[in-house]
């Protein structure tokens, strides 16, 4: 008789516990494809403010530059274009399209360096992965 | 002395045609096509997109009488070759989910800064330029369509 009512108050508990965990399991796999992610590490931050955000923000004075890529809006931009955005910042490093070659060549260490490359190119497919992006 | 001059200009536009063109090869059987895979697309931005894109973003470009005669054979190969590289509707099945987003992000750009249509082709083609009604239509399909993959 106690131990029947052991085993009742065990599965009772591992019950709940097993709910619980699916719950919260479920909860946080949609939260993860539902709502946009823009996180940027330390590293990341400092090679953006050095050759990139000096064009790339809302006070920039190329109304071109801005239009197409504003690090101070990149927060505010649902999924598909957060994703749109970041696959372009991947392929624009990647080509060594930007920063553009006029900028680098007045500017030269604004120059992003291989390893540069490499942060800006996994961030922005983290981000793209972490949005729906796979 | 201005017969000679002429005469040499008859002559390079002559030679010129000598030139291979490499005109970019056309296809009116694309079964990846975004607008044969994708029929919710709205009538006015299938219409637009036809008029004003696909003669060089897809394979089902029509080609102009003077696309046969250099020099401009030669210019019409290179923007064709260009603008089929970056996006080619013709194969937009083919592009993975962040392809597709960033194809629609750039389109969106491109009409917003006034970087496509080209300007030498809406030269020519006039009812190929985009006013800001029909700039609009194409913007806001494209963020709309973008959002929608990730739905």
Same mark, same amino acid.
Not at chain 1, 26 to 32: E, F, G, Q, R
Not at chain 1, 82 to 91: A, C, D, F, M, T
């Given at each position: 008789?106690?131990?029947?009512?052991?085993?009742?108050?065990?599965?009772?508990?591992?019950?709940?516990?097993?709910?619980?965990?699916?719950? %919260? %399991?479920?909860?946080?796999?949609?939260?993860?494809?539902?709502?946009?992610?823009?996180?940027?590490?330390?590293?990341?931050?400092?090679?953006?403010?050095?050759?990139?955000?000096?064009?790339?923000?809302?006070?920039?004075?190329?109304?071109?530059?801005?239009? *197409?890529?504003?690090?101070?809006?990149?927060?505010?931009?649902?999924?598909?274009?957060?994703?749109? *955005?970041?696959?372009?910042?991947?392929?624009?490093? %990647?080509?060594?399209?930007?920063?553009?070659?006029?900028?680098?060549?007045?500017?030269?260490?604004?120059?992003l360096s291989a390893s540069d490359t490499e942060t800006l190119k996994s961030w922005a497919n983290n981000l793209m992965n972490k949005n729906g992006g796979l | 002395m201005k017969k000679k001059f002429l005469y040499i200009v008859f002559v390079v536009f002559i030679l010129i045609q000598l030139i291979p063109g490499g005109l970019p090869k056309v296809s009116f059987d694309n079964p990846d096509d975004l607008i044969i895979n994708n029929k919710d697309i709205p009538e006015d931005v299938v219409t637009i997109l036809r008029n004003s894109c696909y003669d060089c973003h897809s394979n089902e470009s029509h080609y102009p009488w003077y696309a046969n005669i250099s020099p401009s054979s030669l210019l019409i190969a290179r923007d064709i070759n260009e603008g089929r590289a970056k996006l080619n509707f013709s194969n937009w099945e083919n592009l993975s989910k962040i392809e597709k987003a960033g194809a629609l992000d750039d389109i969106s750009d491109a009409i917003t800064v006034d970087e496509m249509p080209m300007a030498i082709y809406t030269l020519i083609h006039r009812n190929a330029a985009l006013n800001n009604d029909e700039k609009e239509v194409i913007i806001s399909w494209a963020n709309e369509f973008s959002e929608r993959l990730f739905e």
């Open positions: 008789m106690k131990n029947l009512f052991l085993v009742f108050t065990i599965s009772a508990i591992s019950l709940t516990i097993l709910s619980f965990t699916i719950k %919260n %399991n479920s909860k946080a796999l949609s939260s993860n494809t539902d709502v946009t992610v823009y996180e940027v590490p330390a590293d990341v931050q400092e090679i953006i403010d050095n050759s990139c955000y000096g064009c790339h923000n809302t006070d920039s004075k190329s109304t071109k530059s801005k239009m *197409k890529l504003n690090f101070d809006d990149m927060s505010n931009l649902k999924q598909g274009k957060l994703v749109g *955005k970041l696959h372009r910042i991947y392929n624009a490093v %990647n080509d060594v399209d930007m920063p553009p070659k006029k900028f680098i060549d007045k500017y030269p260490d604004k120059e | -």
